[in-house]
């Protein structure tokens, strides 16, 4: 079981001292990476993320979010990672995004989780619940 697995975090989203997430479990063992109650929570803290890259900071293309997600500067194969979920998603690296495009997120979010986590067989079901709650 991954990391990312066992803090119900599949994006491996990092521990903020000024951000309390909607279903954080109330005690944090892991020093690094936010825990969460279950991976719908994680999910979903993935997506506000993502919702806050797109609206927020104009990252419309899946090339920018990824850069600016795991970027070359923090250690990261950046360009790897957006080869991979631009495979996984069929979504191209500079297609112009729109969080309301919910087949595009759920099929990015997914793809993340498989980088981050390894997570390949995932309740798509689940994921689309995480991405309605992120609104």
Not at 54 to 65: G, W, Y
Request: aromatic fraction near 12%; include cysteine.
């Amino acid at each position: 079981m991954t990391r990312g697995e066992r803090n119900n975090n599949p994006l491996n989203i990092r521990r903020s001292d000024k951000t309390r997430w909607l279903g954080q479990t109330r005690r944090q063992h892991d020093k690094e990476f936010v825990q969460f109650q279950s991976l719908l929570f994680g999910f979903r803290a993935a997506f506000r993320i993502l919702r806050t890259y797109i609206r927020l900071h104009h990252l419309t293309t899946l090339h920018d979010i990824i850069y600016r997600w795991a970027p070359p500067e923090d250690g990261n194969c950046t360009d790897s990672y957006i080869a991979i979920v631009s495979e996984r998603s069929q979504v191209k690296p500079y297609e112009q995004l729109s969080f309301e495009n919910e087949q595009a997120m759920v099929a990015i979010v997914c793809a993340m989780a498989w980088v981050e986590s390894h997570m390949a067989d995932l309740d798509v079901g689940l994921v689309k619940r995480a991405y309605l709650l992120a609104f």
